[in-house]
Antibody
Framework: QVQLVQSGAEVKKPGASVKVSCKAS????????INWVRQATGQGLEWMGW????????GYAQKFQGRVTMTRNTSISTAYMELSSLRSEDTAVYYC???????????WGQGTLVTVSS | SYVLTQPPSVSVAPGQTARITCGGN??????VHWYQQKPGQAPVLVVY???DRPSGIPERFSGSNSGNTATLTISRVEAGDEADYYC????????????FGGGTKLTVL
């Protein structure tokens, strides 16, 4: 069955960077986009960006431009999301989600809690 | 940018029908997708492309979309349906193409 397994929780200091991984299995990794969505505690869902694992093409929400980088390693079917210059407002659960081009999240990872605290 | 509006909460008795709305300008021209999220869990897609169900989602979940309102309908509501529900569209003109509604808390009385 399709699975997206994310890396474990992280605690970072303000100004640091975090890199979250999302390992895919059960389907052809390069056939679906990977989107990243975050959710602060008690808040709604916030889309951060997408990546085409086949081409490596990416698109980021303007809010995160310059701070976020989405990459992949097709040999191990893993996508990565790196967020830099972390601040307390970046404390959230980060999800990867696979889906058809420009549409919806068909399957989601279990989420990775990133805590930014001095 | 495109805005989706959901009621913060909906309450329904077990066995009844719950309807959760998602309002947006001419949303009927877009494909609407719905997610269920239970506390501490990742979102789960329950309806995509207005009215299609992914494999494994009960037929009790259905969707419709017309004009300025899309609706997720849950028939014969069960206690296990209590969750937050989010609508989502893909909007090419938005800075964030995946546009989410603010979410609706479904309470089963």
């Amino acid at each position: 069955q399709v699975q997206l397994v994310q890396s474990g929780a992280e605690v970072k200091k303000p100004g640091a960077s975090v890199k979250v991984s999302c390992k895919a299995s059960g389907y052809t990794f390069t056939s679906y986009d990977i989107n990243w969505v975050r959710q602060a505690t008690g808040q709604g869902l916030e889309w951060m960006g997408w990546m085409n694992p086949n081409s490596g093409n990416t698109g980021y929400a303007q809010k995160f431009q310059g701070r976020v980088t989405m990459t992949r390693n097709t040999s191990i079917s893993t996508a990565y999301m790196e967020l830099s210059s972390l601040r307390s407002e970046d404390t959230a659960v980060y999800y990867c989600a696979r889906g058809p081009f420009r549409s919806y999240g068909l399957n989601w990872g279990q989420g990775t809690l990133v805590t930014v605290s001095s | 940018s495109y805005v989706l509006t959901q009621p913060p909460s909906v309450s329904v008795a077990p066995g009844q029908t719950a309807r959760i709305t998602c309002g947006g300008n001419n949303i009927g021209s877009k494909s609407v997708h719905w997610y269920q999220q239970k506390p501490g869990q990742a979102p789960v897609l329950v309806v995509y492309d207005d009215s299609d169900r992914p494999s494994g989602i009960p037929e009790r979940f259905s969707g419709s979309n017309s004009g300025n309102t899309a609706t997720l309908t849950i028939s014969r509501v069960e206690a296990g349906d209590e969750a937050d529900y989010y609508c989502q569209v893909w909007d090419s003109s938005s800075d964030r193409p995946w546009v989410f509604g603010g979410g609706t808390k479904l309470t089963v009385l």
